[in-house]
């Protein structure tokens, strides 16, 4: 194959060396979600060392296609707060079993693989209100952060307040807290894999004091037998499940166009009119890796904003994402490293993915009653319902009420209506 007419390179003025370089970047950027993502789906009781290999396979493959199908430099990987969800809100809070919850992930999949190949996509994005759709990318940065400073102990349940400030002299905290602010030092000096790095230190610091125990550097790749092909699609059928699929499916897809977007941007890839050009080949990537990722065993699969570090750089093509997705193949032998960081560690990066998902609340028009109070409703309900689910159908049933009611019905539309509906009958019935 002749790389540089496959990718194009001269047209997008990029070398091989300045695409090798951005994949490097780019995963170096992203490579603490194979850590994370597994001890989150470890506590939905999924084995760790098969969800290890079925999110770097997930990543690897669905970066692969967006590179070679898409040619674009933008890597993909089960995403943060959907991963939560899937864990505390469908299985620890809602009772369903993972199968079901797989079972969710893949038939949301398939819906955003058809929206994006008969180009409905655009349809589902203008029926959602914009002050809902900002809102529901910090709720769930609200969600990250509760669980990040419960994992690490900062803060604790209480009879009487629900929760309250931990011991933070006891190790976890201490060591959660570092990790946090070693990210923020090293972001503010623009080291581009300061996650990565917070990561080796705190873990370091903990084989030092005992806290953990080496296992081994390199190794074969665990069993993926375990979770391989285990959704159960039938349970995910089921009614009181069609708010959890719509609720994937929409964040899924607000995600991918944000960051699709945002990476476009960055390098410099939007044509005259301001349009992404080969857009649905880049949706039918994403979706696809959701479908994969679903059958090998891991949450939602999505495009990753950490992709701008890579673009940062000099990349511009898909083989920015093809070195990534090498990356990925490649890290199947360190499972070993991954089981000996502990769950504090990762709690300084969720804190870190929270407060940059916080950002999108700026956009808001706070002045405007009903456009801010829907916003306030998913910001506030969604963590302290631990349901992203349950913070969309709350924002959406108030975006309804207060716009009917104050004399604004030209501002809706059937679809927001339909979804209000839909919730309702939800809330109401099961």
């Given amino acids: 194959m002749n790389i540089e007419r496959f990718f194009q390179l001269k047209a997008h003025k990029t070398t091989i060396q300045k695409e090798v370089v951005a994949g490097l970047t780019t995963f170096s950027t992203m490579v603490y979600i194979i850590f994370v993502n597994p001890q989150l789906l470890a506590s939905a009781g999924m084995d760790y060392g098969a969800v290890f290999v079925a999110t770097c396979l997930a990543a690897a493959l669905g970066t692969l296609i967006m590179g070679l199908f898409a040619n674009y430099p933008i890597a993909l990987a089960p995403g943060m707060g959907l991963n939560a969800f899937f864990t505390y809100t ?81 190790w976890p905290p201490l060591m959660a807290m570092l990790s946090f602010l070693i990210i923020l030092v090293l972001v503010y000096r623009n080291i581009k894999s300061a996650v990565l790095w917070s990561l080796i230190v705190v873990t370091c610091l903990s084989l030092w004091v005992g806290e953990t125990s080496y296992q081994g550097f390199m190794g074969l790749p665990p069993s993926l037998a375990p ?43 939007l044509d005259k009119k301001g349009q992404l050009p080969r857009l649905n080949r880049a949706l039918v990537a994403d979706s696809s890796a959701t479908i994969f990722g679903a059958i090998l065993g891991t949450s939602t699969t999505t495009s990753y904003m950490e992709s701008t570090a890579g673009v940062s750089v000099g990349g511009r093509t898909g083989l920015t994402s093809v070195v990534v997705a090498l990356c990925f193949l490649l890290s199947l032998f360190f499972a070993p490293i991954a089981q000996i960081i502990p769950s504090y560690a990762t709690s300084g990066a969720l804190f870190y993915v929270a407060i940059l998902m916080l950002s999108s609340l700026g956009q808001v028009h706070w002045e405007d009653l009903t456009e801010a109070a829907p916003a306030g409703v998913v910001c506030i309900t969604m963590p302290l319902t631990t349901s992203i689910a349950s913070g969309i ?38």
């Avoid at 039938?234 to 960051?259: N, P, Q, R």
């Avoid at 159908?393 to 009420?401: A, C, D, P, W």
């Avoid at 501002?411 to 309702?424: A, P, Q, T, Y």
């Fill in 227 to 269: 979770t391989f092909m285990q959704m159960d699609i039938a349970g995910a059928l089921e009614v009181g499940m069609l708010t959890i699929i719509f609720s994937l499916l929409f964040v899924d897809i607000f995600d991918t166009t944000g960051t699709l977007v945002a990476v476009a941007e960055k390098g410099k890839l």
């Fill in 90 to 170: 469908m299985v620890l809070q809602m009772g369903y079993t993972w199968q079901v919850g797989l079972g969710a992930v893949f038939l949301s999949g398939v819906c955003f693989f058809f929206l994006s190949v008969f180009k409905l996509r655009e349809w589902l994005l203008q029926i959602i209100p914009e002050t809902l759709k900002l809102s529901i990318s910090a709720g769930i940065g609200l969600f990250l952060a509760l669980l990040a400073l419960n994992n690490a102990q900062i803060i604790v349940s209480h009879p009487a307040t629900l929760v309250s400030m931990g011991d933070l002299t006891q």
């Fill in 393 to 430: 159908g709350l924002g959406f049933i108030t975006y309804s009420f207060l716009k009917f009611f104050s004399g604004r019905k030209e501002e809706l539309n059937i679809g927001v209506i339909l979804v209000s509906l839909l919730f309702l009958i939800k809330f109401s019935l099961f």
